[in-house]
């Protein structure tokens, strides 16, 4: 059923809200973007994935151009992470054909949450100082003193384990279709990345996913709707992406972890949820 015009100002203010809070935190924002598509506006369940897919490529591009200009990307760790993840994300699409896919997002979801409790538990160590006082630029260069040579490479102090972690991700995506960038985020941070340089490498490792899953949508059909409510939640998402690594500036990175474990059991409880049939995916 066709939305009326009215809903254009509210679908503004969603697609800001949701890009805030995801470029905060460091997540894609498919989390958010599809139950606000699907219980909100109405949409069937394909065009809210194609909705999200739109929003979250203008989000992760407006959210790392910002995070560029204020240098705290690590570009070796976002590589490294997008080499692992598109295997990660076949695997988990491919274990669907065998082994009820409910099943194991139920099991993805219990990790992360998992994930979730560990970050709860984290203290303030790994190259971020309890205090956070400091400006963004140099607590990015006291964690690199800290480290090995090789985990100044690519930020993390072992990138072995990195891999692991982001073929994980790609796994769990693979198989929920949600829970990638979450997972991604939180591995960095547990793996001793700082939450604030976690959360722009995760944004700036999502654009090149997100851009691929806008083109093959698009080149398949899988959206028939209007293109006007793709385009007003993406242009909130540019919008709230450019306000929220400002904001990032001004929040300790131990209140980011703790938020970031906050999605960390909303995605795992989405998951295990979809284990009994119930949710939106």
């Not at 924002?29 to 203008?58: D, E, N």
């Not at 939450?195 to 654009?207: D, H, I």
Request: charged fraction near 10%; include cysteine.
């Amino acid at each position: 059923m066709p939305l009326g015009e009215e809903f254009v100002i509210l679908a503004l203010i969603l697609g800001v809200g949701i890009g805030i809070i995801s470029s905060i935190v460091g997540i894609g924002g498919g989390i958010l973007f599809i139950p606000a598509s699907i219980f909100i506006f109405g949409f069937t369940q394909k065009q809210a994935i194609v909705i999200s897919l739109f929003s979250m490529t203008g989000l992760n591009i407006s959210a790392s151009i910002r995070y560029i200009k204020m240098k705290l990307v690590n570009y070796r760790l976002a590589i490294l992470y997008n080499l692992w993840d598109f295997p990660g994300v076949f695997v988990g699409a491919w274990i669907t054909t065998i082994i009820t896919g409910n099943i194991l997002s139920g099991i993805c979801g219990a990790i992360i949450v998992g994930l979730g409790i560990l970050l709860l538990r984290r203290r303030n160590n790994h190259g971020y100082k309890k205090s956070d006082t400091t400006t963004l630029e140099i607590e990015n260069k006291s964690q690199s003193t800290l480290e090995t040579k090789k985990s100044k490479k690519f930020g993390v102090n072992n990138p072995v384990i990195a891999s692991f972690s982001s073929f994980a991700g790609g796994f769990i995506s693979g198989l929920g279709g949600v829970g990638g960038g979450t997972a991604d985020t939180t591995t960095m941070v547990l793996l001793g990345v700082n939450p604030k340089v976690a959360a722009a490498t995760s944004e700036f490792a999502m654009v090149f996913t997100s851009v691929i899953g806008v083109i093959a949508h698009t080149l398949f059909g899988t959206y028939s709707g209007s293109f006007l409510w793709p385009l007003i939640m993406t242009l909130g998402a540019i919008i709230g992406a450019q306000i929220g690594p400002y904001l990032s500036n001004k929040v300790k990175s131990k209140i980011i972890r703790k938020i970031l474990a906050v999605f960390a059991f909303y995605t795992g409880i989405l998951l295990i949820l979809l284990m009994f049939n119930i949710g939106w995916i």
